[in-house]
């Protein structure tokens, strides 16, 4: 199980876990309603510490992350942000999706396509629903 040390966990992360679990976006509570239960047949967690980043969305058995970001993230400092910390998690080994708050609640079939397709190649034995 990937995930972050107790340390980090207990002094900084899961109080912002929590909270964001409580409290999510309109396009991330979407997303997660569509991911929850194994509706893609494939176990997703919504909000999970790896490392010292936060993912929205990552189903561990097959190494994806599922971002959904906001108007923030067109900011040019927010986009810089978020080039690295994909890399780095990228470096871990996961494969980073992301997607904006409009696509996930405008066009959630192409969302939910897109993140099956990648679910049939990085998941073994996976069966789309």
């Given at each position: 199980m990937f995930t972050t040390d107790?340390?980090?966990?207990?002094?900084?992360?899961?109080?912002?876990?929590?909270?964001?679990?409580?409290?999510?976006?309109p396009a991330e509570n979407h997303l997660w309603q569509e991911l929850r239960g194994n509706k893609l047949n494939a176990p997703f967690r919504r909000q999970h510490a790896i490392e010292s980043f936060?993912?929205?969305f990552v189903c561990l058995a097959a190494w994806l992350i599922v971002e959904v970001?906001?108007?923030?993230?067109?900011?040019?400092?927010?986009?810089?942000?978020?080039?690295g910390?994909?890399?780095?998690?990228?470096?871990?080994?996961?494969l980073v999706l992301r997607f904006t708050n409009e696509e996930?609640?405008?066009?959630?079939p192409?969302?939910?396509?897109?993140?099956?397709e990648h679910l049939a190649v990085l998941y073994p034995n996976y069966e789309p629903r």
């Open positions: 107790a340390k980090r966990w207990k002094t900084s992360l899961k109080a912002y876990t929590q909270h964001n679990r409580k409290h999510p976006t936060i993912v929205d970001d906001g108007s923030i993230h067109g900011d040019e400092s927010q986009a810089e942000y978020d080039g910390r994909t890399h780095e998690l990228q470096e871990y080994g996961f996930v609640l405008h066009n959630t192409k969302v939910l396509k897109t993140i099956a």
